[in-house]
């Protein structure tokens, strides 16, 4: 009995701790902001922890201990007295050291993140939308700004800056791994410096609620070698690819002719929306409708013909289409790569 509830105790441990893995787990960092939070994290944790297990202790110990006879219960006793002053003054001296101790620590962790990207050469402007978000990234020169959405690229082991804004609420940029959270303010530029330490990629998610499709707001980091990023990068900056066969030539018109003009830009087409994301490398990305479905051609039918069955409440409208003119809209936007 005693070695089945070690066994069932060392698995219940290893369960509680894989839940501090993962690709979104503040616990389990690949950047420096990450790594100094989660040496906080810690700490603190581990702090509070001591410090109730004092105050349990100073709470039990007058209960359990019995009272001394008094043959004069009205006579003061002065040495007690004195002794619990002592306690007292010790008690309120050790809580102030503690609380001054995590206010330099929490000033000193803000410095080190604040120094993260002081030398960025890559600046990303993220704008959040009910429900997705607008990746525009700066450059001097014009030609090579480039906007997208949702899926965040960026050269691991260097620094980026990205500056944070929304356009409808507030809402919270949080890539756990890589940083803390920093909201997302209509009308303000936040600035949050990251580091990707490797290649990867790493979840993040709105975390301030921002209406009906808040849990369905959802990013992705994807950090690579730079010579890869710049090969992305430029590969992304090129217009859309032509049609590939006749059902998504047919698409393209059919793209062309429908509502979806008004609202998505694809490069290179007379697409020059600007309310909805871009799509001219859609089918490049790893997810659609910001992490809510897995990119696939069925997720994309799926999207397209039911967009508020998926994400009830999106902006994305249900377009009156038959199953051949879904399967060409769906070949065309697919083969956008």
Not at 89 to 95: C, N, P
Not at 198 to 203: D, L, N, S
């Amino acid at each position: 009995m005693k070695r089945f509830a070690s066994i069932a105790f060392a698995t219940a441990i290893a369960l509680l701790l894989q839940g501090c893995a993962g690709w979104q787990s503040a616990l389990d960092p690949k950047g420096p902001a990450a790594s100094e939070l989660a040496w906080l994290i810690w700490f603190f944790t581990g702090l509070c922890a001591v410090v109730w297990v004092l105050v349990m202790i100073a709470l039990a110990a007058p209960l359990m201990m019995r009272p001394r006879d008094r043959l004069e219960p009205l006579v003061l006793d002065a040495g007690a007295d004195n002794r619990k002053l002592r306690v007292v003054t010790a008690a309120v001296g050790l809580t102030a050291v503690i609380l001054i101790g995590l206010t330099l620590l929490s000033f000193f962790a803000n410095r080190t993140l604040a120094a993260i990207g002081s030398d960025a050469a890559l600046t990303i402007r993220v704008t959040g939308h009910q429900w997705w978000w607008e990746v525009r990234y700066e450059d001097a020169t014009p030609s090579r700004i480039l906007t997208t959405a949702n899926e965040i690229h960026i050269p691991a082991g260097e620094p980026v800056r990205l500056l944070l804004t929304s356009t409808d609420v507030i809402h919270s940029f949080w890539v756990p791994s890589l940083s803390g959270k920093l909201d997302l303010i209509p009308g303000h530029m936040n600035v949050l410096d990251i580091k990707a330490d490797k290649p990867g990629v790493y979840r993040g998610q709105c975390a301030e609620f921002c209406g009906a499709q808040h849990a369905n707001m959802g990013t992705f980091i994807i950090a690579e070698p730079r010579a890869k990023f710049d090969a992305w990068w430029n590969d992304q900056l090129q217009p859309a690819a032509g049609p590939a066969s006749d059902e998504a030539k047919t698409g393209e018109d059919l793209f062309l002719k429908r509502p979806c003009v008004m609202c998505h830009r694809i490069g290179g087409t007379p697409a020059g929306g600007t309310v909805a994301p871009d799509l001219t490398h859609i089918g490049s990305r790893q997810t659609l409708a910001a992490g809510t479905l897995t990119m696939s051609r069925g997720n994309l039918a799926a999207w397209i013909a039911d967009p508020q069955g998926i994400k009830p409440g999106s902006h994305m409208p249900v377009v009156d289409l038959s199953g051949d003119e879904l399967n060409a809209i769906v070949a065309y936007l697919e083969g956008l790569k």
